[in-house]
């Protein structure tokens, strides 16, 4: 069965802290892994990774992907209130079923 | 403006009801998804189309039956054998031929079945 496992499922920081959120997979004919950032209601796109070891980034945030170990990271730099969100991590087969995890709870203490 | 639509926002309906819940979009995707989320369980698949008049199930497809019968609409239907319809519920379209797999989402349905 594919999964998507993400970690921590919450996490609290000060503002200005470094973070790290995990995601690994199990997932038949991986095609790519997303990021996505909630924080009320619909999910936005923040990356999109396919190829192994290449860095992702925008402004402070960056991602990662291991395809040989299965897993993905997502930093977060010089950490803002405004990062405080619901991370979502998602996983897309080649069948085009898209599987998501159940996201890191991230709240950043002013 | 270019994007997809849900309605209603917030929809109220009585235990042993079928409801239905619309999802549009205006964007030319090929492909549509509905998710279901709960608190503390992420997004989870109902179901998705790649195409017109062509569906599959997602991981809890129980409870739930959708059409496809234009491009732009996707609707999803909580019958009365869903055993917990209480939830948000997440629309979603992504051009397949773009490259980009780039999901893009609706505002939501916040359903609750009393």
């Known amino acids: 069965e594919d999964k998507v496992v993400q970690s921590p499922l919450s996490l609290v920081v000060h503002e200005g802290d470094t973070v790290t959120l995990n995601c690994s997979y199990e997932?038949?004919?991986?095609?790519?892994l997303l990021w996505y950032k909630q924080e009320k209601k619909a999910p936005t796109f923040l990356f999109m990774l396919t190829s192994s070891g290449i860095e992702k980034k925008s402004g402070r945030l960056s991602s990662i992907l291991d395809k040989k170990e299965l897993f993905s990271i997502l930093n977060i730099t010089a950490t803002q209130t405004g990062d405080s969100a619901v991370y979502l991590c998602a996983v897309e087969s080649r069948d085009d079923k898209i599987i998501f995890g159940k996201g890191t709870r991230l709240h950043i203490l002013p | 403006d270019g994007g997809i639509t849900q309605s209603p926002k917030y929809l109220f309906r009585k235990e042993g009801q079928n409801v239905t819940l619309s999802c549009e979009q205006n964007?030319?995707?090929?492909?549509m998804y509905w998710y279901r989320q709960d608190p503390g369980q992420g997004l989870r698949l109902i179901y998705y189309?790649?195409?017109?008049?062509?569906?599959q199930k997602g991981d809890i497809a129980e409870g739930y039956s959708v059409s496809r019968e234009k491009k732009e609409s996707f609707p999803l239907t909580v019958t009365s054998a869903q055993k917990n319809p209480t939830a948000f519920y997440l629309c979603a379209s992504r051009d397949q031929a773009g490259g980009s797999y780039e999901q893009y989402f609706g505002p939501g349905t916040r359903l609750t079945v009393t």
């Open positions: 964007l030319n995707h090929d492909a």
């Open positions: 997932v038949t004919n991986f095609r790519s």
């Open positions: 189309s790649q195409i017109v008049n062509d569906f």
